[in-house]
């Protein structure tokens, strides 16, 4: 070998040292990752404009100029506008019964405040849109969208000197937003935590690299170790996207009870659920999720139903720190989240894993 | 939050146009997005939002929508649809 495999053009591009990028919702991560020689992208998007803007000024004092990115949502479909009045009135009344009776069995409270439910329609668009005009402002250095094209933003962006990056599910999705020039895509793959597309990561990874050209590809979906980096790079990707590997790290600020329970979760203890939003995502299991799976149970409904139905009980558990119901979106990976590392000791385990997994194949630089 | 600026428009050469949607969107009630994906005819209809503009095309004959969604024409970002003719 005549290069470090771990210098990439992800690297080129961010003026970083490691291809690792951290997708995170606690600032304390994103900040020890990015002094550790990553790259870190904090997920706002249920955050108000104002907090946004101070989210990125907490941030820029802390990292003495180094870049950093800010994931926003955006949508990429949206039904007729709705009250969120008209749609809980469609709610069945037998499934409205079937969430309480899970609740009373489990004896899950109800929350203590009532809950944010946020909105859609044309308003969520306007909130989006408001989210944009703080990022360019401020003019982050890496603008993400986790779901819909950033396209439309590409030469305002640009202009502010800001990168712009798009999360794909699909490999069209991808080849329409490299032709329309961001700066990098991140491929997800299904072992993802959350919602994702119904590629494997092995996949999408290696059919978006094949036609990315120059644009860095950035594999996303169950990596959480310097195994899954080397493989990533191999497949062609530039880096890394990581979420689930951070959740039970130091600096997070997710509850102690979730993390300990991620730490002691392998990739089996995750499960892909329809009854959380009406949409299959990947959570940990939880007697929520494994109700909504027995014969008696009614369908699960379509979002924002299902959503909407299952709010109180995700609250209610969260308020009560109820260990026995509580759950977090977790990738297929978290088997490998065994400790409660900080930030900078996550980084440099998986470098220095993914540099023996390349020596031990094609060995290594002197 | 006030509404944005929306400019609506009509594309003739759209109208009756298949086509597919790579939808989705932030869930209510949480941090998580989700995907939806929908198969159907273009109107025509766009909407123009903001400046720079975000456009929004509706789509109605939905052929392919998620499991019992409720409406019968959806609003698609310009950049997530897919025509099926091309």
């Known amino acids: 070998m005549t290069k470090d495999p771990l210098h990439t053009k992800l690297c080129d591009q961010l003026g970083v040292e490691f291809p690792i990028v951290a997708f995170t919702h606690c600032k304390d991560v994103a900040v020890a990752v990015i002094n550790s020689g990553g790259f870190a992208v904090l997920g706002e998007a249920m955050h108000t404009p104002e907090e946004i803007a101070s989210d990125i000024k907490w941030m820029k004092d802390r990292i003495d100029g180094k870049p950093f990115g800010i994931d926003l949502v955006l949508p990429a479909s949206a039904p007729p506008e709705t009250t969120l009045e008209e749609i809980t009135a469609k709610i069945p009344q037998e499934h409205m019964d079937y969430k309480q009776s899970v609740m009373d069995k489990y004896d899950c409270p109800m929350p203590k405040q009532q809950v944010d439910l946020h909105q859609w329609g044309g308003l969520s668009l306007a909130h989006g849109r408001a989210q944009l005009e703080v990022l360019l402002d401020e003019r982050v250095p890496v603008i993400a969208s986790g779901l819909g094209s950033p396209a439309f933003l590409l030469e305002a962006a640009h202009e502010r000197g800001c990168l712009v990056w798009g999360l794909v599910g699909r490999t069209r999705q991808a080849k329409r937003q490299i032709e329309a020039g961001v700066d990098a895509v991140i491929a997800q793959g299904f072992d993802a935590a959350g919602h994702t597309g119904d590629m494997g990561t092995l996949s999408i990874v290696a059919e978006v690299a094949a036609i990315a050209g120059d644009t860095p590809i950035i594999a996303a979906g169950g990596i959480t170790t310097g195994r899954h980096l080397a493989a990533a790079l191999c497949l062609g990707a530039s880096g890394v996207w990581t979420g689930t590997l951070w959740l039970a790290s130091r600096e997070s600020d997710v509850d102690m009870i979730i993390k300990e329970r991620l730490v002691a979760s392998e990739a089996a203890d995750t499960t892909w659920s329809d009854s959380v939003s009406g949409f299959t995502m990947r959570v940990l299991k939880n007697p929520w999720t494994e109700e909504w799976k027995k014969p008696e149970a009614p369908d699960p409904l379509p979002s924002p139903y299902q959503m909407i139905l299952s709010a109180d009980y995700t609250q209610g558990a969260n308020d009560a720190r109820r260990p026995d119901l509580m759950y977090e979106a977790s990738g297929q990976g978290v088997g490998f989240v065994k400790e409660m590392k900080p930030a900078r000791q996550i980084v440099s385990d998986m470098v220095e894993e993914a540099l023996t997994v390349f020596d031990d194949v094609v060995g290594l630089p002197d | ?86």
């Not at chain 2, 994906?37 to 025509?44: A, C, D, I, P, Q």
């Open chain 2, 1 to 86: 939050m006030a509404l944005l600026d929306v400019r609506p428009g009509f594309d003739p050469m759209l109208t009756g146009k298949r086509a597919e949607c790579d939808g989705g969107g932030i869930l209510p009630g949480g941090r998580y997005a989700a995907r939806q994906e929908f198969t159907g005819s273009l109107t025509g209809e766009f909407r123009d939002h903001g400046n720079p503009a975000w456009r929004w095309y509706l789509m109605n004959e939905l052929t392919q929508k998620p499991d019992n969604y409720p409406h019968e024409t959806v609003w698609c970002e310009s950049e997530s649809l897919f025509l099926l003719e091309e």
